[in-house]
């Protein structure tokens, strides 16, 4: 049994491990890739009635993470996070 399974492979490398996902498995999926969306390995996930996390996560943090390098630390993360991933998925 695992927390959380995070997969880092190139698109498309993990297809062939979709097929053997358990249904109603119960750690999330952090898949980092975001284009191509859904990957196959998250749609089965979702099938089996497991929780993902795309890519465009990752990739929103690391977009905050270098505006603060360059302006300063920002001390509404959360609420810029929020605002982004609704431009983002519009």
């Keep these: 049994v695992y927390d959380l399974v995070v997969n880092t492979t190139p698109a498309g490398a993990a ?12 750690a999330p999926l952090f898949d980092v ?20 996390i ?9 977009g905050i993470d ?3 390098k360059t302006i300063g630390e920002i ?3 959360t609420e810029l ?3 982004l991933r609704k431009v ?3």
Excluded: C
């Design 15 to 26: 297809d062939l491990l979709a097929e053997n996902v358990q249904y109603g498995i119960t």
């Design 33 to 52: 890739i975001y284009n191509p969306w859904p990957t196959v390995l998250a749609s089965r996930w979702v099938d089996s009635e497991g929780v993902v």
């Design 54 to 62: 795309n890519g465009l996560e990752l990739l929103l943090y690391q």
């Design 66 to 68: 270098q505006v603060e």
């Design 75 to 77: 001390s509404h993360r």
């Design 81 to 83: 996070a929020s605002h």
């Design 88 to 90: 983002i998925n519009s």
